[in-house]
């Protein structure tokens, strides 16, 4: 079931106080006509937080921290100006038109800062403001829509939930698609989620979710292997490179606040048939599981509470199963600096409560940055980052979750003959349910009560860094970094029941570590070597060590209800996993800048990863990977019409890789603990690959970027082709040679695609200014090849999971079920006896596919003498899915489509085996429980347009906090934001009434 949450952002409040000596400056901004210029960005250097804008006529007043402070002064459309005050109470400034805007400055690769004209590939970045406006805790979530190319599906199951990242489309076979994580340069592991499925299972978000958005300055997302090839192995899907705020020299003593409060309610649920209740044929029964029986018009019925009540259609089940979850959001953090250093500390707390009773997750974050110069050729860099996540009561996801019960349960089944769940017989829980207990039938309101699981990680991150300068040309780096967490958690059913009584109630728990350090050296030497050249020369190491450990219980069935732990269990069984990894790499990148208008860039990594190399090998598994890319702004070559305010063309080529877990290139027996206490060796069950080489994906990308009439409009295009081979897969073995699985290099997926990005600011007053921005991709993946197209026995498709799979010379995310048998003339074929339409016997039958035809969004921001407004709206064009929700429902006669034509009985549109018309009618009841079989009738196109976030908010005038005597306050703001809150268009079947607030 497609599954959504409607989110109420009620309160950001963000306060900037400082604690030194002050001085008074005022002035008036302009530009080169002599106009006033209002909205202009007045902060003092250093101190990000000490602020101002200028009002309707340019005038400023700020207070800085001493008369020997600087100011920067900054507006879309100018170029930056700092000007010292230099004791001065009036500063007035000139601002210069900027109309290209191209100063701007992406952090890529290794954490290195790059002119973004300067670059040959794509990168798109997300600063702070974008992160956090939505008050958003999840820093993923926070990222949907706003980078073109990255495609982030969420779990339904509210806070806490697993997220699916691919950038640039899927290219693994095996699923390996996530990207890398860089935090401050550092790896960050966005392992240890836990998906569930469609047969059930809980959602626990990655390691990602852990980090607090109010400590990020920006994400720069670093798309194709052009842009991640110096992380080798580790980046052939992409790297997300997440910097972190940081105090700043000279800035003096700062804090900051912000704080939210978010409501969130259940949205886009199935829409239901409100007509016809319980019972079957037409007629009434208390004992029915089905919607099958005579319209509800308040008539006196007996019901399965042997209670005699109105027979009436209850509205809005699930929404009264839910709760109105409230989350707090709350961060406070310092910073301060002098001319040798500086520091920020933050601690956050997030209060996250879902929509269903009990489930909770909290999210504790501390983060220390500090550098300081030693001396004149010594700096030292360090972080020091500790998280505490927990959660508890996560909601069971799939066919057997609470909101699949409710889809399926009788309309007239009311809520408050269901509650609590359970009676007490014997100092028991029983479940209390209105037809006999089955896996498909089942009280919502007992198993909120009967599961339980809670989780806990502690999670400390961070880096040493000394950066030594050599020479004013020559400088070194020697960076540690680690990133470690320890996992625990727990799961079971705390009552007995009907469906599984042999094995409930029972117990499970699991623990776990991780470590990843990280040792790097990087040498980088910078020289203007004449008035037309610039050159940059880098080479470095680095040596990857990962760790990790897992140790699982279960109790099998438990003595007692009250006996919730593992030694009360009749069959305690524990499993143990133990794996290290290791890869050491080289490398070395430089850059050729002529005038600055041509850029050339090479790079090149070697290297030798632990996982891919066998212990009988006799050679070292070393693997190379080289870039190259080029930009030139064509702007500053060469004449253009006057209205083109600047023009870049870019390429780029590269090769990167991924790597495979640990153990997959040698033969692993295991020992395990069987009934009544024995030990047993298992032998493998997969054939190994002794030359297992890593995936491999080759990458070409040409790109545009043109700005127009001052900036006004500006257009950044991107067309890529990407291929990755040496698919490492899992595959049915040769039963000859004794092993059921193999492991092989296979495989050949193709990515091409185009991305667009508009930016456009179609009004621009003194009062008034009005962007609009764009973003738009189109993916298409294929599996060209899977194993030698001239070995007859070789495969020719491959499937992800159930019912996802990927033929050769097709596209990736074929969806596959049943479908209805045709004629030649592709009429329906029913029944001579029943009058039905006859479905196939096997699912191997494509019915749609995963992939969007294209994605994009559109965000708008205005602003008003101090009033923004900023919204996000996200697009989807193509792409299947398939309702497993509604399926259910259409059987049970609880899907709004079962009440077609009244559900009088009717003649199916169709014809025999023969040819004759079908003469034979049939019952609503039986066709659509029959229907209910065939995959391809429950099909969505999922096209969909919807309203991701709306902000509203209002910048506190300087002027009102001057009026406050020793006013520490230096800047506030109040915002009302809205997430998720609307779809102005959708296929798919999910309540039409929920559609607006």
Known sequence: MMKSFLSLFLLVFLVSATLVAQHKVTGKVIDEMGDPVPGVNVIEKGNNVNGTITNIDGVYTLEAESGE??????????????????????????????????????????????????????????KAEQLTQSGDANLVSSLQ????????????????????????????LSDNNSPLWIVDGVPFDDGNSRNGSEWGGTSRAGGAFDLNPEDIESVSVLKGPSAAALYGERGGNGVILVTTKKGTKGSGLGINYAGSVTISEAAYMLDLQEKYGQGTDGEYSNEAVSSWGPEMEGQMFESWTGETIPFEVQKDRLKDFTRTGVSQNHNISMHNGNDDGSYRVSVGKNMLEGIYEGHEVDKTSFDLRADYNINSWLNVDTKFSYFLTEGKERPEIGNYSYVSYFNTMPMNIRNQDLEPGYDIIEAKHVEKLYTTAGPNYRNPYFLQAQTTNEDTKNRFFGYAAANITITSDLKAKFKYGMDFFNFRATEGYLYSDNVDSSRRPSYRSEQSSFKEENYEFLLSYNKQLNEDFQLGLNVGANTMNRYERGLSTSSGKLSSEDDYFLEAGANI??????TEQETRSIYGFGQLAYRGMLYLDLTARNDWSSTLT??????????????????????????????VSFAKLRGSWAKVGKATDPYQTSENYTLETWNYGYTIGNVPITQVFKDLKPELSTSWELGADVRLFNGRIGLDMTYYNEETKNQILEVEGVQSSGYPYRLINAGLIQNKGLEVMLSTVPIKTNDFKLGLDFNFAKNKGTLEELEDKNDPTALKEFTFGRSIWAVEGGKLGDIRGTIYVRDDQGRLVVGEDDGLPIRTESSDNVIGNMQADWTGSINLRADYKGIFLGALVSVQQGGDVVSLAEQGATSAGTAKRTLKDDRMSFFVDGVTADGSANHTITTAEDYFSHIATVDEEFVYDASHMKLKEVVLGYNIPQSFFNKIPNNPVKSARISFVGRNLLYFYKDTPYCTRCRSL
């Open 69 to 126: 402070a600087s100011l920067t002064f900054s507006f879309i459309g100018f170029k930056q100006q700092e000007v010292a005050i230099a004791g001065q109470s009036v500063v007035n400034v000139t601002l210069i038109s900027d109309i290209t805007g191209l100063d701007e400055v992406v952090v890529t690769a290794l954490g290195i800062k790059r002119e973004k004209k300067a670059l040959g590939y794509a990168v798109q970045d997300v």
């Open 145 to 172: 829509g706003k980078v073109a190319g990255v495609q982030i599906n969420q779990a339904g199951t509210g806070v806490g939930g697993t997220s699916r990242i691919e950038i640039r489309g899927a290219s693994s």
């Open 573 to 578: 069984e524990a499993w143990e996993d133990i």
């Open 614 to 643: 066998a212990q009988d090998a006799d050679f070292d598994n070393s693997y190379f990977y080289p870039s190259v890319s080029l930009s030139g702004i064509v702007s500053e070559m060469i004449a253009l019409p006057s209205w």
